[in-house]
T-cell receptor
Framework: DTGVSQDPRHKITKRGQNVTFRCDPISEHNRLYWYRQTLGQGPEFLTYFQNEAQLEKSRLLSDRFSAERPKGSFSTLEIQRTEQGDSAMYLC?????????????FGDGTRLSIL | GDSVTQMEGPVTLSEEAFLTINCTYTATGYPSLFWYVQYPGEGLQLLLKATKADDKGSNKGFEATYRKETTSFHLEKGSVQVSDSAVYFCALRGNYGQNFVFGPGTRLSVLP
């Protein structure tokens, strides 16, 4: 069990640029979640996948955000035309679908800073 | 919708002091309740959980009891250590949702 891996750890970019983050879940986990965390706040749900299907999206996920999990393994989160308000920590988590009470296992996150 | 409220921090304690971090929730039905901890520069780690009323979750000296009557899940530890300094998040997963709802977190600083 290597844990949930996220890449990059930090991303600094200029406003208006596109960014893409990657998440590799724990290998046997079929559910994958994306959260956003701003300073002093708890994580806020963005979206989740079961295998390759995106089953739920939060209202926080504007049309500039898109997430994919093409083969049901790793996932990418893309933000187009970044804005200052996108600066945050983006967290990925994974879990097993079979057990409803299974906790989610989190990665260390990708910190995005918009200049 | 579902929500979680936590006591505001930061909480500063001396080593070996008793810790309580209050957490209350609003949810329909019978949610599962969790405490996560986040150390500086790291992701969230599960600390403990409880899945039904009156369950007590425990780990590393921390405990929390699922109180349905008061919709609470307060975190306690009898004797904190400097290494417990972190941000603690209370969270729930509702009956019908697949995602977690987190509280805002409570920062704990333990002084030697």
């Amino acid at each position: 069990d290597t844990g949930v891996s996220q890449d990059p750890r930090h991303k600094i970019t200029k406003r208006g640029q596109n960014v893409t983050f990657r998440c590799d879940p724990i290998s046997e986990h079929n559910r994958l979640y994306w959260y956003r965390q701003t300073l002093g706040q708890g994580p806020e749900f963005l979206t989740y996948f079961q295998n390759e299907a995106q089953l739920e999206k939060s209202r926080l996920l504007s049309d500039r955000f898109s997430a994919e999990r093409p083969k049901g393994s790793f996932s990418t989160l893309e933000i187009q035309r970044t804005e200052q308000g996108d600066s945050a920590m983006y967290l990925c988590a994974s879990s097993l679908a079979a057990d409803y009470n299974q906790p989610q296992h989190f990665g260390d996150g990708t910190r995005l800073s918009i200049l | 919708g579902d929500s979680v409220t936590q006591m505001e921090g930061p909480v500063t304690l001396s080593e070996e002091a008793f810790l309580t971090i209050n957490c209350t929730y609003t949810a329909t039905g019978y949610p599962s309740l969790f405490w996560y901890v986040q150390y500086p520069g790291e992701g969230l780690q599960l600390l403990l959980k409880a899945t039904k009323a009156d369950d007590k979750g425990s780990n590393k000296g921390f405990e929390a009891t699922y109180r349905k009557e008061t919709t609470s899940f307060h975190l306690e530890k009898g004797s904190v250590q400097v290494s417990d300094s972190a941000v603690y998040f209370c969270a729930l997963r509702g009956n019908y949702g697949q995602n977690f709802v987190f509280g805002p977190g409570t920062r704990l600083s333990v002084l030697p």
